[in-house]
């Protein structure tokens, strides 16, 4: 009898150590699965600013707003995941989330960067044809000038005045 009552007390307070145990996991998981999806949107939100930062730039952004829209909808997979109670769906959606939108904010960067070295290229090209441009505009210009004035000042010079006398 005796053995059978620690027994049956021994399977009383494990099975307690194991259902605070299991509440204990419980509220860890979802604090870390909130965590998570926290994390994940603001991934997605420093994704949208490299991708706003790319498009300033002047880079063709569509495929990065194809995968950021991506993320966003795992996201929100993983929040409905949390409110659902779905804690290892929750956090494993939002640890997804999260490497989407650190993909596309290295990408982003990328693309900025590319956009950026295009555009001064094109900068610096257009200065030097303006430049140059300008240049010979000048160089012709004081040519036709030089032209245009002696034949001009030979013409006045050529001139005879006439002198016309008293005719009434």
């Given at each position: 009898?005796?053995?059978?009552?620690?027994?049956v007390l021994a399977g009383l307070f494990m099975r307690g150590c194991f259902v605070v145990r299991g509440v204990d996991d419980a509220v860890?998981?979802?604090?870390?699965?909130?965590?998570?999806?926290?994390?994940?949107?603001?991934?997605?939100?420093?994704?949208?600013?490299?991708?706003?930062?790319?498009?300033?730039?002047?880079?063709?952004?569509?495929?990065?707003?194809?995968?950021?829209?991506?993320?966003?909808?795992?996201?929100?997979?993983?929040?409905?995941?949390?409110?659902?109670?779905?804690?290892?769906?929750?956090?494993?959606?939002?640890?997804?989330?999260?490497?989407?939108?650190?993909?596309?904010?290295?990408?982003?960067?990328?693309?900025?960067?590319?956009?950026?070295?295009?555009?001064?290229?094109?900068?610096?090209?257009?200065?030097?044809?303006?430049?140059?441009?300008?240049?010979?505009?000048?160089?012709?210009?004081?040519?036709?000038?030089?032209?245009?004035?002696?034949?001009?000042?030979?013409?006045?010079?050529?001139?005879?005045?006439?002198?016309?006398?008293?005719?009434?």
């Open positions: 009898m005796c053995f059978l009552l620690v027994f860890a998981s979802v604090a870390d699965a909130d965590v998570a999806v926290r994390r994940a949107f603001n991934a997605t939100l420093d994704a949208f600013n490299a991708v706003l930062d790319a498009e300033k730039a002047g880079a063709n952004v569509s495929d990065l707003l194809v995968r950021l829209n991506d993320a966003g909808a795992v996201l929100g997979e993983a929040e409905v995941a949390l409110s659902n109670g779905n804690l290892s769906d929750a956090a494993g959606k939002a640890g997804t989330c999260v490497s989407m939108a650190q993909s596309v904010v290295s990408d982003a960067g990328a693309l900025r960067t590319w956009a950026l070295d295009g555009a001064r290229t094109w900068f610096w090209t257009y200065l030097a044809f303006s430049v140059v441009g300008v240049s010979v505009f000048v160089v012709v210009l004081a040519v036709v000038w030089r032209r245009f004035k002696r034949g001009y000042v030979g013409n006045v010079l050529g001139m005879k005045p006439e002198v016309k006398h008293n005719e009434a």
